[in-house]
C-alpha cells in the first residue's frame, strides 16, 4: 500500500485492515499545547495586574510627594507666621490665653499632618521599591 500520512509519502504492506505505522500520542501533545497556552494566559494575565498595581503606586507616590511639597511650602510657613504673631500678641496682653492655645493647636495639628505626609511618602516609596524600580 502507498499513502500519504502528515504530508509525507509512506508504505506498506496491507492485510485487509490499516493500522498506522506508530501512535504519534496526539492526545497528548494536545492537552500538553493546551496546557502551555493556559499557563501562558496565566502569565500575561498576572503581569498585565502587576503593570496595573505598579501604575497606581507610582500615582499614590506622586501625590505623596505633592502632599509633603504642599505641607512643607504653605501649610508650615502658615502655621509658624500664625504661632509667631499669636505669641507677640499673647506677651504684650492683647490677647487671652484661650486664644493663645488654640494658635499652639494649630501648630501641632501643622506639625501632625507634616509628619503623616512625609509617613504616607515613605510607605508609597516602600510600595513603589518592591516592584524592583
Same mark, same amino acid.
Given at each position: $500500500?502507498?499513502?500519504?500520512?502528515?504530508?509525507?509519502?509512506? *508504505?506498506? &504492506?496491507?492485510?485487509?485492515?490499516?493500522?498506522?505505522?506508530?501512535? /504519534?500520542? /496526539?492526545?497528548?501533545? *494536545? !492537552?500538553?499545547?493546551?496546557?502551555? +497556552?493556559?499557563?501562558?494566559?496565566?502569565? !500575561?494575565?498576572?503581569?498585565?495586574?502587576?503593570? @496595573?498595581?505598579?501604575?497606581? *503606586?507610582?500615582?499614590?507616590?506622586?501625590?505623596? +510627594?505633592?502632599?509633603?511639597? /504642599?505641607? /512643607?511650602?504653605?501649610? $508650615?510657613?502658615?502655621?509658624?507666621? &500664625?504661632?509667631?504673631?499669636?505669641?507677640?500678641?499673647?506677651?504684650?496682653?492683647?490677647?487671652?490665653?484661650?486664644?493663645?492655645?488654640?494658635? !499652639?493647636?494649630?501648630?501641632?495639628? *501643622?506639625? @501632625?499632618? $507634616?509628619?503623616?505626609?512625609?509617613?504616607?511618602?515613605?510607605?508609597? +516609596?516602600?510600595?513603589?521599591?518592591?516592584?524592583?524600580?
Amino acid at each position: $500500500m502507498l499513502g500519504n500520512e502528515d504530508g509525507e509519502t509512506r *508504505a506498506g &504492506l496491507t492485510f485487509g485492515m490499516t493500522l498506522p505505522l506508530w501512535n /504519534r500520542n /496526539r492526545k497528548a501533545i *494536545a !492537552v500538553a499545547e493546551g496546557e502551555r +497556552q493556559h499557563a501562558r494566559m496565566e502569565a !500575561v494575565n498576572e503581569w498585565k495586574r502587576l503593570v @496595573s498595581e505598579l501604575e497606581i *503606586a507610582k500615582e499614590v507616590l506622586r501625590l505623596a +510627594q505633592e502632599n509633603v511639597i /504642599r505641607c /512643607r511650602k504653605t501649610e $508650615m510657613p502658615a502655621a509658624l507666621k &500664625l504661632i509667631t504673631n499669636k505669641e507677640e500678641l499673647y506677651e504684650t496682653g492683647e490677647m487671652d490665653v484661650v486664644a493663645y492655645a488654640a494658635a !499652639v493647636q494649630t501648630i501641632i495639628t *501643622a506639625f @501632625s499632618n $507634616m509628619n503623616d505626609a512625609y509617613l504616607a511618602l515613605r510607605e508609597a +516609596q516602600i510600595n513603589v521599591g518592591k516592584f524592583g524600580e
